[in-house]
């Protein structure tokens, strides 16, 4: 597949999990018919407190690894912007935390998912929140706009990494900072599994190595950068998604054993540039 089919792979992938949402439904991470929506990546991400008012839709279309708004240290009055914000719930708890002096920004190409997270602002209530379409490879936003960029589980579906990263720093104010959650590898991965759409889509087969990641980073010119392990996913937790991505898992579940976690990986743009 090259890689507009990925890309048209994934919106399609995603336009599902929002209509699923939208009636009551859940997402997941995994994409076959193993994969369930207690799924290892997904589970258990935010708090009852965090949770409380939101709308049912919201966290029902969430596909993230990690709670990047708890990463990013959001304070009043501050400009945030979420690549791949999906049901948006990562931009109404942001919105939450900058207040109505702030701006909470949700950018996203599928619009299922963008309906669905503009149904989700209407009904929390959110006016300091926006969302835009696009692809996070092209951000529609202006240079030196944004002090906080987020995102949960979304760069590493990209083809185009560099691009993502490159982009989220130009429109980072200097001194702004890149919070994310997302899935790193550590070692070698099977190439059967690279080679998967399935597992691509289910926000595994996409994701960089540990240092690979790190360098794009600092290529892109940030720095600070730390990679903060916050699950580290065993052969159990890989057998399902394995199965439902249509591949052995008894075989391959063992080769992948510890080699993906998911991680806060933190930057910033310098002061000065």
Known sequence: MNDEAIRETIKKTYAGAATRAAKGGSACCGSGAAASCGDPITSDLYSATESAGLPAAALAASLGCGNPTALAELRPGETVL???SGGGIDVLLSARRVGPAGKAYGLDMT????????????KAGAANVEFLKGEIE???LPDGSVDVIISNCVINLSTDK??????AFRVLRPGGRLAVSDIVVRGE????????????VGCVAG???ESEYRGKLERAGFAAIEVEPFRVYRAADAADLIAGAGLDAKALA??????????????????AV
């Open 138 to 140: 092209h951000i529609p």
């Open 162 to 167: 560099d691009r993502v990263l490159a982009e």
């Open 111 to 122: 619009d299922e998912m963008l309906a669905l997270a503009r149904e989700n602002q209407r």
């Open 254 to 271: 063992p080769l992948v054993d510890g080699k993906f976690i998911s991680a806060f990986i933190r930057a910033r743009k310098p002061a």
């Open 82 to 84: 979420d690549l791949g």
């Open 189 to 200: 991965m099977p190439a059967e599994i690279r080679r998967s759409v399935e597992m691509l």
């Open 207 to 209: 994701a960089l190595e």
